[in-house]
């Protein structure tokens, strides 16, 4: 059997997390740590459990990420903006608790700590309609942060180009490229580069 997910729950109030802390602890894949570490690598994924986002919440988000954990929020009211804020402080899926069953929030953990992502489809939605593209062709706000290397390696994606020849027109080696477009399709949630480049088009950032 393969080792259990370890996971830390982190809460604003002590009720609230022993709530989800309890409901996890049935799940035989999961192991909950006794208490909170959200400054330790002790969890593989920290589920942080929060109202709204604000600048406790974001700060939560953040120790996890410094911490080194994967991130599940656990949240009561979202927005459109508000999705925005939340995955670029760290976060690598976002549950509503309205919809948070046992089984919908250990999907989440298990999928966060497979190294992907996971949110609402009506949240991805919004996200998406916040990437945007300043005049001077750079993506300054872009889903999962986006940097302008990976910007330039989607646009020749697009365009085409081979792993070596995006490496020889921006100068990387072809491990650094080939990292670059891992990290992308695994951050992204893509399966392929066709489908990394569909969702660039589809995001406006080519």
């Given at each position: 059997m393969s080792r259990r997910i370890r996971v830390s729950v982190v809460a604003l109030d002590p009720v609230s997390r022993a709530?989800?802390?309890?409901?996890?602890?049935?799940?035989?894949?999961?192991?909950?740590?006794?208490?909170p570490h959200p400054e330790s690598n002790a969890a593989d994924v920290?589920?942080?459990?929060?109202?709204?986002?604000?600048?406790?919440?974001?700060?939560?988000?953040?120790?996890?990420?410094?911490?080194?954990?994967?991130?599940?929020?656990?949240?009561?009211?979202?927005?459109g903006p508000s999705v925005l804020e939340t995955v670029r402080a760290g976060a690598n899926a976002i549950v509503r608790r309205a919809e948070a069953t046992d089984e919908r929030l250990s999907d989440a953990i298990r999928t966060v700590n497979a190294g992907d992502g996971s949110l609402p489809p009506d949240l991805l939605g919004r996200l998406l309609t916040q990437v945007g593209v300043s005049r001077d062709g750079e993506a300054p706000m872009t889903y999962g942060g986006l940097t302008h290397r990976e910007l330039r390696v989607l646009r020749l994606l697009a365009d085409g180009y081979s792993t070596a020849?995006?490496?020889?027109?921006?100068?990387?080696?072809?491990?650094?490229?080939?990292?670059?477009?891992?990290?992308?399709?695994t951050r992204l949630q893509l399966r392929n580069r066709s489908h990394a480049v569909a969702f660039a088009v589809r995001a406006g950032l080519i």
């Open positions: 709530g989800v802390a309890g409901v996890l602890r049935f799940r035989p894949e999961l192991d909950v740590l006794a208490e920290t589920v942080v459990v929060v109202d709204e986002v604000d600048q406790q919440a974001l700060q939560q988000i953040k120790a996890a990420r410094r911490a080194g954990t994967r991130t599940v929020v656990l949240i009561r009211d979202v927005d020849e995006i490496a020889s027109a921006l100068a990387y080696s072809e491990r650094t490229i080939k990292n670059a477009i891992h990290d992308l399709t």
